[in-house]
């Protein structure tokens, strides 16, 4: 076939009309997608309108520099709501079931505005992803506002299970997906805490890290204080917990050459009385060289190979190690608890 | 290895494309009087899938998102799935002429079946396969691998269905029920019994 | 006008795209647990349809017959992507309802169907009329069983509240598939009623023209 014949052939035909529809179909759509592109600020400003209910305008706040990871939770993004002088926060809440939750909170700031910030609760909290779920979808929307409704601004809000334990928070809501819950509560506790960062320029700092402090692992610095007086230092110790024992709260009374003189558990994070009577109680007179021959003095828990020798009773391991870490925190800390003055704010 | 069962599972039983997602109907209603065309289908339509995958999948990760004319992905996919099918009825003809009576007559039919089109948009949309990734991130082994079991998935309700066409031969149905009204209502049957496999938890 | 009213009524009724020839389904199965979605899907087609039928017919002479198939497809395949960017732009909520099946119009039989049988053989008024008439059919057909599934699987009827009691089921496909079989057997029952009734009048009256010859 020549090439004359080919540009006569049905063939040639055939290729010519169909590139030229192609082409034409090609170049319209593109004309079209130029008019008709939904851009990532439009997509983002529906996103805002769904969790807000209307389209409001907002500012993004960048985040360079800023405080964004807290013990719990990392802020991933923020915005300012121009509208009425609300924030925006997307915060990821670690500690969920089999991962971590990313959830969009609102926060509601006082009506004097930016003369005088003040944080005056959550508004919405609406989630945004939460790979490794399985039973996320328990949590309803009216779960999560009820949640919303329990926050504010200063204490620590806790919606599910408490840190690394079973047992449930001070303000449990049962969905039947309570560590789903505990991840959403550390995004709600990140989002204030990140905007009192921002707005309100309170940096909540940890007292007992920035001081020196050792043996911090399994002490709630949040809920941890002392008083000292005459050589003797007070401290009033909330553990973290420690799985399946929840947290422990003790107070513990240390005198001269940092020796025990008043160990009392008032309350017990023990998931059974079987066990709460296992708990080693008897610590008046140890001292932090003692502490650090049961726990192991890199604070890793040996403690299993170590109980034995020391009278301590197994059983209910987990508990102990709680009790034991407070101990070693309260004796190990000793001369610089007398030499530093707790100016923490936890009363 | 966890999110391996999770694709299968999910392409096979949990996410099944006729049962749960209703893609491909037209052949499930269409070819499935007898159990051996529904079998020379559901091979047909699961080859076509994993081939369409595996071109859609790296053209549109790898050429149109970069160069962003992902927009125009419809027209390309099915021209994709069209060219294709062409080739492969070409292929099987000219090397295995038994093959080609058998399975060879079920091609045409395919570049209008939606579980191909379907699957080929179910890859490159990243909120629905993160739900069967398991935070693995998403490339084309995954990719591949669910379109095969999603074809295979097709198949064996291609096969249930038809199994129970056959005995229902033997039934006399009043007028107005013969043909597709019988045939939908066995297969909501069919597609009650695989609703319990939502209560897979992966 | 006798030929409209024809095209019209075999779209809708004796011709009907869902209930007599059974094409689309898979749209059909996947949108009928909620009327939103289902009549959102329903006028997506009419649109899509039509002007398909429209520019299919206009180019008729221009496409050769050995291409017809993949310039048909080429011509479909725009019609939905640019529906679809106008949806994602406008109407986001529908957007999203529909999900997988707005790209799945392209191998909806329907619009290929009306193509390759009527569009290229017939004019443009007539394949612009024969396009919205099977699309309306398509539209009836679907709200109708999506009200159905959706009243009982959901106890709301266009997404607002109407009672309390649901049987979750009529909004999964198993509902789908039962309440399109049992609307296609109810269909084609009335149609044969329907045409019964027609033939029984046609004899009648011949019966009787021969009769008055007879006595006459």
């Known amino acids: ?25 090609g170049v319209f759509l593109t004309i079209m997608y130029g008019f008709l592109e939904v851009t990532d600020e439009e997509k983002f400003a529906r996103a805002v309108q769904k969790i807000y209910g209307k389209s409001v305008k907002t500012e993004e706040i960048k985040l360079d520099g800023l405080k964004t990871s807290f013990d719990y939770s990392s802020v991933d993004e923020a915005y300012k709501v121009l509208d009425d002088g609300n924030y925006l926060v997307k915060v990821t809440g670690k500690e969920g079931f089999g991962g971590s939750v990313t959830c969009w909170v609102v926060v509601i700031m006082g009506e004097d505005g930016d003369s005088n910030p003040s944080i005056d609760g959550i508004m919405k909290i609406v989630i945004d992803s939460a790979p490794g779920e399985s039973y996320i979808s328990k949590i309803s929307q009216g779960a999560l506002d009820s949640l919303a409704s329990k926050a504010e601004y200063g204490k620590e809000l806790e919606g599910g299970y408490k840190h690394g334990s079973q047992q449930k928070g001070d303000d449990y809501i049962s969905t039947g997906a309570s560590y789903s819950m505990r991840a959403i509560s550390n995004c709600v506790n990140g989002a204030m805490e990140f905007v009192a960062g921002y707005a309100l320029g309170i940096v909540n700092a940890d007292f007992f890290a920035d001081n020196g402090f050792e043996y911090l692992e399994m002490i709630n610095n949040k809920k941890t204080s002392y008083t000292t007086s005459d050589n003797v230092v007070t401290y009033s110790i909330e553990t973290t917990g420690n799985s399946p024992a929840g947290a422990f709260t003790i107070t513990v009374k240390v005198g001269e050459d940092g020796v025990i003189t008043e160990y009392t558990i008032t309350e017990d994070g023990s ?8 708990v080693f109680k008897d610590y008046v007179g140890k001292n932090a060289d003692w502490f650090k021959s049961v726990i192991g003095a890199d604070g890793t828990d040996n403690s299993n190979a170590n109980y034995g020798g020391n009278g301590i009773q197994t059983g209910a391991t987990r508990s102990n190690y709680l009790c034991l870490y407070a101990g070693l925190f309260a004796t190990a800390n000793y001369q610089k608890a007398l030499e530093t003055p707790y100016t923490g704010g936890n009363a | 290895m966890g999110t391996f069962i999770a694709i299968v599972l999910a392409a096979v ?3 099944n494309f006729i049962t749960v997602k209703t893609y491909g109907i037209c052949p499930f209603l269409g070819v499935s009087k007898k159990t051996s065309s529904a079998l020379g289908m559901g091979v047909a339509v699961t080859v076509v899938m994993v081939l369409a995958t595996l071109v859609t999948y790296p053209v549109y990760e790898y050429v149109m998102k970069p160069l962003k004319f992902d927009f125009l992905e419809i027209i390309f996919f099915i021209f994709i799935i069209a060219a294709l099918v062409q080739m492969l009825e070409k292929i099987i003809q000219k090397l295995s002429p038994s093959l080609y009576n058998t399975m060879g007559i079920y091609l045409p039919l395919i570049t209008t079946n939606c579980a191909v089109l379907g699957v080929a948009e179910l890859v490159i949309n990243d909120g629905t396969m993160e739900q069967f990734l398991s935070g693995a991130s998403m490339n084309i082994g995954w990719a591949v691998l669910y379109s095969f079991f999603a074809g295979l998935g097709f198949t064996l309700v ?22 597709f009204p019988t045939a939908m209502v066995t297969a909501s049957f069919i597609c009650m019994a695989f609703m319990v496999f939502t209560y897979i938890q992966i | 006008m006798n030929k409209y009213k024809k095209i019209t009524l075999d779209g809708l009724i004796f011709q009907n795209p869902t209930f007599m020839l059974v094409l689309g389904t898979c749209p059909t199965l996947g949108l009928i647990s909620s009327a939103t979605s289902a009549a959102g899907m329903g006028l997506t087609v ?20 050995e291409v017809r198939i993949p310039c048909y ?12 960017m106008l949806l994602e732009k406008f109407v986001p909520d529908l957007y999203e309802s529909l999900g997988g099946f707005l790209a799945l119009i392209v191998v909806n039989c329907i619009i290929l169907g009306r193509a390759e049988a009527f569009a290229n053989k017939h004019t443009v008024l007539e394949s612009a009329v024969d396009g919205i008439a099977n699309g309306l ?80």
């Open chain 2, 13 to 15: 039983l949990t996410n």
């Open chain 1, 1 to 25: 076939m020549t090439a004359k014949q080919f540009f006569k052939s049905t063939a040639f035909k055939c290729i010519v009309t169909l590139f030229s529809i192609l082409l034409v179909c």
């Open chain 3, 137 to 216: 059919g398509f539209t009836c057909a679907l709200t109708i069983m999506g009200i159905i599934c959706e009243f009982i699987g959901n106890g709301s009827v266009f997404g607002l509240h109407v009672m309390d009691f649901k049987i979750g089921m009529f909004a999964t496909p198993a509902g789908s598939f039962l309440v399109y079989g049992i609307s296609i057997a109810v269909f084609v029952y009335v149609i044969n009623l329907f045409e019964r009734a027609k033939r029984v009048k046609v004899n009648r009256l011949a019966r009787e023209n021969l009769l008055d010859k007879e006595v006459a």
């Open chain 1, 271 to 278: 998931t059974a009385t079987d066990y709460s009577d296992k």
């Open chain 3, 73 to 84: 497809i080429v011509v479909i395949a725009t019609l939905v992507t640019f529906a679809r």
């Open chain 2, 158 to 179: 291609m096969i249930i269905m038809s199994g129970m066409r056959e005995r229902l031969n033997y039934y006399k149905t009043p007028k107005a029920l013969a043909g």
């Open chain 3, 46 to 65: 009419v649109v899509i349809l039509t002007l398909s039928n429209i520019i299919i017919s206009a180019l008729k002479k221009l496409i050769p017959n």
